[in-house]
């Protein structure tokens, strides 16, 4: 089953984000099972939603971000069992 997974970044720039993003990108597969990502600008940081196709993978992503030093300590997050998800609005 899909899950969504929302994670609140206070305090966190674009640029912060960015040079992040791209420490995790560098990792061959980090991202295998991510269906969608989105980094939103919030009042006070970034917010990141993503889409996994199931909560193994979002595991798997989750155990392999600790070793990479990118982890966010204490950074509080949501995980929500998907009912439907559509890739574009006509699914």
Do not use: I, K
């Not at 889409?51 to 993978?57: F, G, H, M, V």
């Not at 929500?80 to 006509?90: A, C, K, N, T």
Request: aromatic residues 6%; glycine residues 10%.
């Amino acid at each position: 089953m899909a899950v969504l997974v929302e994670v609140d970044l206070p305090g966190t720039t674009t640029e912060q984000y960015e040079e992040f993003h791209e420490r995790l990108a560098r990792e061959d597969g980090v991202f295998a099972g991510c269906l969608a990502h989105v980094a939103a600008v919030t009042g006070d940081g970034v917010r990141v939603v993503d889409l996994w196709d199931s909560a193994e993978s979002m595991n798997r992503f989750a155990e392999r971000m600790g070793p990479l030093g990118v982890g966010v300590p204490g950074v509080a997050y949501t995980v929500s069992e998907v009912h439907r998800h559509d890739l574009s609005p006509q699914g």
